[in-house]
């Protein structure tokens, strides 16, 4: 009697456990009203005209259309956002990366903050790089050589403190760039406040993308000179930015609380959310779930999976195009990577759209070229998927399968897709291809020091500012050495060289693309990389928030915009 | 007693010297350049060079532990890399956050493990101690992080009744707690419920029952009490290996402790903040043995006996009329 009792209490609470489980795992099929009708927002939202289901509801990412730059993310574009500050309002903002310092040229991983609490002398509006308007700066001269930029500043710009922003704090906020992230001034000759409201900023050659760079991002925002001055350039103290909010108290590994300015000078960047906790969840999954219970309003992310689970809990997603990230030879390393016939034959060897379809449900698009924009150059048929060619390639120039040996280096977002990878080549007779991941700062030190096989790098490729690329990766002395072609081909790196220079000393935009295009092109036909995927990501909003405006680029999204829905 | 404890406090200097050396030539394997992950993008060599005199990277790794080791000696255990900060601080600010969270959990694990364990074994194979054999198994074989998902995903996503992270309440508590709590639990059930059983079936505890002591008295005084030695070192063992073992606690519920910090460590290449964590685990874990040896001796005279000195030990020879 006693057994069977026993019986069925087990029985009884191994069902409940499982049902449990089963019910926690699961999402409804039939979504309730309001995730229902947050579903249809999401359609909006996205924009979305492709594969939806019959009852016109978004079923799965791939469903969703890319955002297109200068749109509200959110997908109520043209939706007239309130005056001022919404009182009361605390909007909560995911982020897994615990900002130690919030000084501007200390942490460029810190543009969650840098964007709301930074400001400078333009602005990309609404994260549109061609679209760039007057921020501190009221208005702005070049001179006809393209050198001199004269930069009038607005009289009542103030930094959070209240005290006025003056040509001053871009010079003292400059001279300590210089120290800590001196790229951005690398083509300055000298910059220079003529008075307390003008300042001169003097290239060494005319460059037409300067506009995008040092003026305009708010990674380089400008910091009240006193404080700087009182505490360092290594204290927080001294991060006093003049944009649109202002710390008001950090917590660490916790939050940051973030306060709108009542009467902000600049009125089109006036903050309508109140407070922003930008909160700092180490676990993403963590975040998905106060995404889905409403205690997190924003986050973001380029997990496949975190996006599907947005989806189907009926939440706002929208996505952005990110970085592509080629997977670049090191020739310096691997012997066998100086031979152009392995660095082709290996590019036939590689399925791209199948790698994305198995480890991204074909989110992730196989770019035509390693670069973007309009001009970049497509890749030839050098990099057409045949690994027969590819095999015989290897072959006709005395190569056994076992001799091509090389480890691929991940970090931990490109885990799933080296491993893929890798179980291409071994499936090609290539087994020993191998892969390795280490964590992020791991992978950032290997790469810095040029100590990897081949290692997927986007290494800060940007439309507005091409030819940073070069000057990292390829470039003798560049601190992210990836393009190896000195070490392959001397007369390559040279004429490589020469279009680097000529680009660096345009004085016409088309100039200047002429020859990235050429360097591009020439870099490309080497096969340097192997190819890869574009990075998509994701911005899962709830559904009461409006006025995103995300900047590709960065994936930042500027919250002087963000209100909530009345 | 007191020369038992003085040996044992005598011990930790080296015990922690010992693991300090370990902990700082393994990191020295990684293949990772600090010196590289601290400067920005764009360095020159001067750069390089400052950034490792600054931080002493420059010198040799024997030298650098010594330097290391004469600093922490004084507690200072140097500056982050990362953040560029008194690393003692930003211990100090994670190391109480990871003894709440293991000390809440180690009193409730006491409360709600010794009377079931020992309610167990006193009446073994009971309906009851069925039940809770099955659920203890079944809780011990639970992976924590996916716990904590399941807790969060009913009772903050579904039910909306407690906070899905942070810190802010005491409701904030009770998912971290029982997520932590739980796995431990089904482990610790069985312990007690085994040390007992051992004891119940010991011939001093069927001589007691057959003098026709109550039960109860059989059960607490004569069973329990011998039992105590196995279910301290148990308990001591789980609370030391849960300060530095919550981090997926901490992780998936974004408490900021050590164990957190320590991870963070890790990812950043920031050795003396990995370092300075693993000294503190060590050292917490070093205590909290002591304080189990000590406990050792407070409940088994047996252990006393042994740390007796010898005088004492020779006038209770003598008392007895045998040679010392």
Redesign the interface.
């Known amino acids: 009697m006693?057994k069977r009792?026993?019986k069925k209490?087990?029985a009884g609470?191994?069902i409940a456990?499982m049902a449990?489980?089963l019910?926690?795992?699961g999402s409804s099929d039939q979504p309730s009203e309001e995730q229902s009708s947050s579903t249809e927002q999401t359609s909006t939202a996205s924009g979305s005209t492709g594969e939806e289901s019959s009852s016109g509801q978004i079923t799965s990412v791939s469903d969703i259309e890319i955002n297109e730059v200068g749109t509200d993310a959110t997908g109520h574009e043209g939706e007239e956002a309130p005056e001022g500050i919404q009182e009361g309002t605390v909007l909560n903002y995911w982020t897994n990366y615990?900002v130690?310092?919030y000084c501007p040229w200390?942490d460029?991983r810190a543009a969650v903050l840098t964007y709301q609490v930074y400001s400078n002398l333009l602005v990309k509006n609404k994260g549109n790089s061609e679209d760039i308007v007057c921020d501190i700066a009221e208005s702005y001269e070049v001179s006809d050589d393209g050198l001199v930029w004269t930069f009038k500043i607005r009289e009542d710009a103030k930094f959070s403190d209240g005290c006025a922003v003056e040509a001053g704090d871009f010079v003292a906020t400059w001279d300590v760039m210089q120290e800590?992230?001196?790229?951005p001034l690398?083509n300055v000759e000298s910059y220079e406040a003529v008075d307390a409201h003008t300042l001169v900023v003097t290239l060494k050659t005319a460059d037409p993308t300067f506009i995008y760079g040092l003026p305009t991002q708010r990674t380089y925002g400008v910091v009240c000179s006193e404080e700087l001055e009182k505490y360092g350039p290594?204290d927080n103290r001294s991060a006093v930015g003049a944009g649109p909010f202002y710390i008001e108290s950090y917590?660490?590994?916790?939050?940051y609380v973030l306060k709108a300015i009542e009467d902000y000078w600049n009125t089109d960047l006036q903050a309508h959310i109140e407070t922003v906790n930008i909160?700092?969840?180490?676990?993403e999954?963590?975040?998905l779930?106060?995404l889905?219970?409403g205690?997190i309003n924003i986050m973001n992310t380029v997990d496949i999976e975190v996006m599907n689970n947005v989806v189907d809990n009926g939440l706002n997603l929208a996505l952005v195009t990110d970085r592509e990230n080629p997977f670049w030879f090191n020739a310096r390393q691997v012997e066998i990577f100086k031979d152009p016939v392995v660095r082709e034959a290996l590019c036939h060897m590689v399925n791209w759209d199948e790698l994305s379809a198995l480890v991204y449900d074909g989110l992730y698009p196989h770019p035509n070229s390693y670069f973007t924009g309009p001009e970049a150059p497509e890749f030839s048929d050098k990099y057409t998927y045949d690994p027969e060619l590819g095999i015989q390639m290897l072959e006709d120039a005395g190569y056994a399968l076992e001799d091509i040996k090389f480890e691929i280096l991940a970090d931990p977002d490109f885990t799933n897709l080296n491993v893929a990878l890798v179980q291409q080549f071994n499936d090609l007779g290539l087994t020993n291809v191998t892969t390795q991941t280490?964590?992020?700062?791991?992978c950032?030190?290997?790469l810095?020091?040029g100590?990897y096989d081949m290692f997927p790098v986007h290494n800060?490729y940007s439309q507005d500012t091409p030819l940073d690329v070069f000057?990292?990766g390829l470039i003798e002395g560049g601190?992210?050495p990836v393009m190896f072609l000195k070490d392959i081909d001397e007369a390559a790196y040279e004429e490589a060289v020469g279009y680097y220079e000529a680009a660096e000393s345009s004085s016409t935009l088309e100039e200047y693309r002429e020859n990235i295009t050429a360097l591009e092109n020439l870099v490309q036909e080497q096969c340097l990389a192997l190819g890869g995927l574009q990075v998509v990501r994701g911005f899962a909003f709830t559904n009461d928030v409006r006025g995103a405006y995300i900047a590709p680029e960065s994936a930042e999204i500027q919250m002087s915009y963000l209100y909530f829905a009345e | 007693m007191a020369k038992f404890i003085i040996k044992r406090i005598i011990m930790v200097p080296f015990l922690l010297l010992a693991i300090s050396i370990l902990i700082f030539f393994l990191l020295k394997l990684s293949p990772a350049d600090p010196v590289l992950n601290m400067l920005p993008a764009q360095y020159t060599q001067e750069q390089y060079d400052a950034k490792a005199e600054q931080f002493g990277l420059d010198k040799s790794n024997p030298e650098q532990y010594i330097n290391w080791l004469g600093d922490a000696i004084r507690g200072d255990f140097g500056i982050s890399y990362k953040t560029s900060a008194p690393v003692a601080d930003e211990i100090a600010l994670r190391v109480p956050v990871s003894l709440q969270l293991s000390i809440i959990t180690t009193i409730i694990l006491v409360a709600i493990g010794i009377p079931m364990g020992v309610m167990c074994a006193v009446k073994q194979y009971s309906v009851f101690d069925n039940v809770v054999n099955v659920i203890s198994k079944f809780l011990a074989s639970i992976p924590g992080f996916w716990l904590g998902m399941m807790l969060i995903l009913v009772f903050s996503v579904r039910l909306g009744w407690l906070p899905a992270y942070g810190m802010d309440s005491w409701k904030s508590w009770i998912l971290p707690v029982f997520t932590f709590l739980l796995p431990y639990l089904g482990q610790y059930l069985r312990q007690v419920r085994s040390a007992m059983l051992d004891c119940i079936r010991q011939d001093y505890v069927r001589t007691a029952r057959a003098k026709g002591m109550k039960e109860r008295t059989v059960i607490f005084r004569d069973a329990f009490k011998n039992a105590l030695l196995p279910i301290i070192t148990f308990t001591g063992g789980t609370f030391a290996t849960m300060i530095g073992g919550a981090v997926m606690i901490e992780q998936v519920f974004a408490f900021p402790g050590i164990g957190l910090k320590v991870l963070e460590g890790i990812n950043n290449r920031d050795m003396p903040v990995i370092l300075a964590c693993c000294m503190v685990l060590a050292l917490f874990n070093i205590i909290a043995q002591l304080i189990i040896d000590i406990l050792y001796g407070v409940v088994d005279p047996r252990i006393r006996s042994t740390f007796v000195g010898k005088k004492k030990k020779r006038a209770v020879a003598e008392a007895k009329g045998g040679n010392a």
């Open positions: 006693k009792l026993f209490i087990c609470t191994l456990a449990v489980s019910g926690a795992c615990d130690p310092k200390m460029n800590y992230q001196p790229r690398a290594e917590d660490s590994g916790k939050q909160q700092v969840i180490a676990d999954n963590t975040a779930m106060g889905m219970n205690s280490y964590d992020g700062a791991t950032y030190g290997m810095k020091a100590t800060g000057t990292m601190t992210q």
